[in-house]
């Protein structure tokens, strides 16, 4: 027998591969809604008739109008409205927010159940630091845009989690290693599923792996912090590499710049064997 619940709005969290994680919570609150808005009504169609529950699917995501958003904080107030992603918690890298605002403007009651999350799992399955993490999308597409952000991030002492696609990996991972050297990462995909795989290690030796071993599926791609130092040494990096790259596009003192950045060492000292290789 299906709950009767409050009108307001659902925020559920969905498996993110094995079906069994679905929680009780959840599967009460998905046949108790009268709506259920969503990424793609194919993929939620397929778990509702799992839970053999027929509900109306409303489509909701990045691409949505203001008309749809409008429709449903109206369904809200008077019956119970589900929002739920493809995969895994709702509004993490995924749309709704603005769903979720609104609705808490307008006085209706919003509640949040927590469930899967692929960023989480992976960062238990990942064995980095785990005291202090940032979750930050996805890296830009564009290589300027993903060296900007890498190095925006690098001097952050936590470990950084990214989600990521396959046929994107190569370029992030290489990324990673030219502008945050020395730093481990972690590589988990097809979490919670059959062939369920985390490998850390150097970030080139993970893309050297994938390269002869073309990974499927959705990615977590994890960063492991800085040293305790917080800084990288010459003997880590090659500073000379690093500078080379650098100044191919930039000039001396910019290029000294990004690397001194990058790594944490002295600036001055690498502009003058920015000024020799120049």
């Known amino acids: 027998m299906e709950q009767t619940l409050a009108p307001g709005l659902y925020i559920v969290a969905t498996p993110i591969g094995n079906l069994g994680d679905i929680t009780l919570r959840a599967i009460d609150t998905l046949k108790g809604c009268d709506v259920v808005a969503c990424e793609d009504t194919r993929v939620t169609g397929k778990l509702m008739n799992h839970l053999g529950s027929r509900k ?20 809200m107030r008077s019956q119970p409205v589900a929002l739920v992603s493809d995969a895994g918690t709702p509004l993490i890298s995924d749309p709704g927010y603005r769903l979720v605002r609104d609705a808490r403007e307008r006085g209706i009651a919003v509640t949040s ?93 993970i893309a050297q792996h994938y390269a002869q071993n073309p990974p499927k599926g959705e990615i977590v791609l994890l960063v492991a912090p800085p040293g305790d130092e917080g800084r990288a040494t010459l003997d880590e990096v090659d500073i000379d590499a690093l500078l080379r790259a650098e100044l191919a596009l930039a000039k001396p003192s910019q290029a000294a710049g990004k690397v001194a950045k990058a790594t944490g060492l002295d600036r001055k000292e690498l502009y003058a064997r920015a000024m020799e290789l120049k």
Do not use: W
Request: glycine content about 4%; proline content about 6%; charged content about 30%.
């Open 113 to 205: 159940m927590p469930g899967p999350n692929a960023a989480v799992v992976a960062m238990t399955l990942s064995g980095l630091p785990n005291d202090r993490f940032l979750f930050a999308g996805f890296l830009p597409n564009k290589a300027k845009a993903r060296e900007e952000t890498l190095q925006e991030l690098a001097s952050l002492r936590a470990t950084l989690i990214f989600y990521e696609t396959a046929p994107r990996l190569d370029a992030s991972l290489s990324a990673i290693a030219a502008v945050l050297p020395g730093r481990e990462v972690s590589v988990a995909r097809e979490i919670t599923k059959k062939f369920e795989e985390c490998r850390t290690g150097d970030p080139l030796e």
């Open 56 to 75: 109306k699917l409303v489509r909701y995501d990045d691409h949505a109008s203001d008309d749809v958003r409008e429709r449903l904080l109206e369904m």
